[in-house]
């Protein structure tokens, strides 16, 4: 049987015993999911396919330690949150935006009016431009709980803060995105 016809748990098994086709066939699975939940994070393409790569070869080098081949998409996942969380915390400091991008940035989110589009897909592209302009810890913890579906705990544990204190940030960016949302929306 061909490793494509395969589900996600026998192929994992073939993984383990070093089948190359199967690590082929999961890579391609599961790239653009975890291409996308590390962009969510570092926001940079390259840092965010680097990140990907980096996670699939740690995936696959420590595949034995994956007691049930269930859950290999989550497991990747949270592979992929936690580095590129890494990533971003050792690089938040020297992160510089030229001023044209963020001009572009600010006119593109208040800015939004393609004719021809559905309104709820204008709408959907509007939260998700406006998260992009909170904060980092705002951003991030909202991406996590919203779009990744951590619940606190999870997140608390990512990245690296209280129970409580990651509730709270959480109810700040929520409330943080509706006062950005009622301005744009109004506009």
Not at 38 to 47: A, C, E, M, P, T
Not at 56 to 62: D, E, I, P, Q, V
Request: charge should be positive; hydrophobic fraction near 35%; glycine fraction near 4%.
């Amino acid at each position: 049987m061909k490793s494509t016809q395969l589900n996600t748990e026998a192929l994992v098994e073939l993984c383990k015993s070093g089948d190359r086709a199967a690590q082929l066939e999961l890579y391609r699975r599961y790239y653009k999911v975890m291409y996308n939940a590390s962009f969510r994070i570092v926001k940079n393409s390259d840092d965010a396919e680097d990140i990907m790569q980096d996670a699939f070869l740690m995936a696959f080098t420590k595949l034995n330690t994956l007691n049930n081949n269930t859950v290999f998409g989550s497991w990747l996942k949270r592979i992929v949150i936690n580095n590129s969380f890494q990533h971003f915390n050792k690089n938040k400091k020297n992160i510089r935006v030229p001023i044209e991008d963020a001009l572009n940035e600010t006119k593109e989110t208040t800015n939004v009016t393609d004719i021809g589009e559905e309104n709820s897909d204008l709408q959907v592209r509007q939260v998700l431009k406006t998260i992009h302009t909170l904060k980092d810890n705002y951003r991030i913890a909202l991406t996590l709980n919203l779009i990744d579906g951590y619940d606190y705990e999870e997140i608390s544990e990512i990245m690296g803060m209280s129970y409580g204190n990651c509730r709270t940030t959480i109810s700040r960016a929520k409330e943080r995105l509706r006062q950005k949302l009622k301005k744009v929306m109004t506009y």
